[in-house]
């Protein structure tokens, strides 16, 4: 293996290492001799690649956001119909937090520390306008193409972003809070509600 090579997979080694130091003490219980030992590297080696935790946590928060925003985007190939589509977002969330639950655990954790750090904040504050702003460009085509009513429909996406994050916050906090299938269908019945929304 090439020199940069390995120091790539020991960076994202260190990473992985930190995302499950994480999950199993929070931000504040993480430190760099603990992901060392989880990374199975020296301190020496892990401060070679990152000068000091926060650059390990920047990256570890990078990660987390950028698996967050693939679950819209997953359905963006399949064309479907905005209200399909929105649908098809409340599934993909179903099937993180149920597959993934470390990645929310990960994910609110950061947001916690964002009241306190600026640069985490403005992360967070990105990737909800980024959530908001692909939202926004189903509900605008659902409205050009008639299926939606103008007169409410701009505030569909924060209302569909706060529906999903609401759900993941309390669902792994405890995961028999409620059914997910049921909280969806009523759910999009408050799309629909919003929307105007008449088909199926």
Do not use: C
Not at 63 to 83: D, G, K
Not at 177 to 187: G, I, T
Not at 189 to 200: Q, S
């Amino acid at each position: 293996m090439k020199r940069g090579e390995k120091a790539k997979k020991t960076k994202a080694a260190i990473v992985d290492a930190a995302f499950e130091v994480i999950v199993q003490n929070s931000i504040s219980g993480t430190s760099t001799a603990k992901i060392a030992v989880k990374a199975g590297v020296s301190k020496p080696l892990l401060h070679y690649h990152f000068n000091k935790k926060e650059a390990i946590l920047s990256n570890v928060l990078d990660r987390v956001l950028e698996r967050l925003l693939e679950i819209p985007l997953e359905n963006a190939a399949r064309n479907l119909p905005p209200f399909k589509e929105i649908k098809a977002i409340f599934q993909k969330y179903k099937e993180t937090i149920t597959a993934e639950p470390s990645l929310m655990v990960v994910f609110y954790d950061f947001w916690v520390h964002g009241y306190k750090e600026p640069d985490i904040r403005e992360k967070i504050v990105k990737r909800f306008d980024a959530f908001r702003g692909y939202l926004s460009q189903v509900v605008s085509e659902g409205v050009k193409k008639g299926d939606f009513l103008p007169e409410k429909s701009h505030m569909a996406p924060a209302i569909i972003l706060g529906l999903l994050e609401g759900a993941s916050l309390q669902l792994i906090s405890d995961p028999n809070a409620f059914n997910f299938d049921l909280y969806q269908y009523l759910s999009l019945d408050a799309i629909r509600a919003v929307t105007g929304y008449k088909g199926e």
